[in-house]
């Protein structure tokens, strides 16, 4: 059996946690998220309520990475982007708005 190299990512505004790990071919990146420790050194992350991901494409945690890979555990949004570009579309109407009559 082969071993294989890769990096498991956790980035918080402040500062990213990059541990680099080898593990067996058929690693899946569930584990590898398991085995790298990063669990342990950040409690408040909740792999079944955040999304994980391949080089910025999302993955199921069953997902076998390749060499190289960078593995990376995504933060929860706080706020939803439709729902803040629907706000700011919203100021921007009033603005107009209240231009007009000014």
Not at 15 to 22: C, D, G, P, R, S
């Amino acid at each position: 059996m082969t071993n294989k190299t890769v990096e498991v990512v956790y980035a918080l505004p402040e500062k990213a946690t990059v541990i680099t790990l080898n593990i067996d071919d058929a690693t899946t990146v569930g584990e590898a998220i398991s085995q790298s420790g990063i669990l342990e050194k950040h409690p408040e992350i909740d792999l079944s309520r955040q999304a994980v991901g391949i080089f910025s494409q999302i993955v199921p945690l069953d997902t076998v990475p390749s060499d190289g890979d960078r593995i990376e555990i995504y933060r929860p949004l706080i706020a939803d982007p439709k729902e803040m570009r629907r706000r700011r579309a919203a100021q921007m109407a009033a603005r107009k708005v209240a231009q007009k009559k000014g």
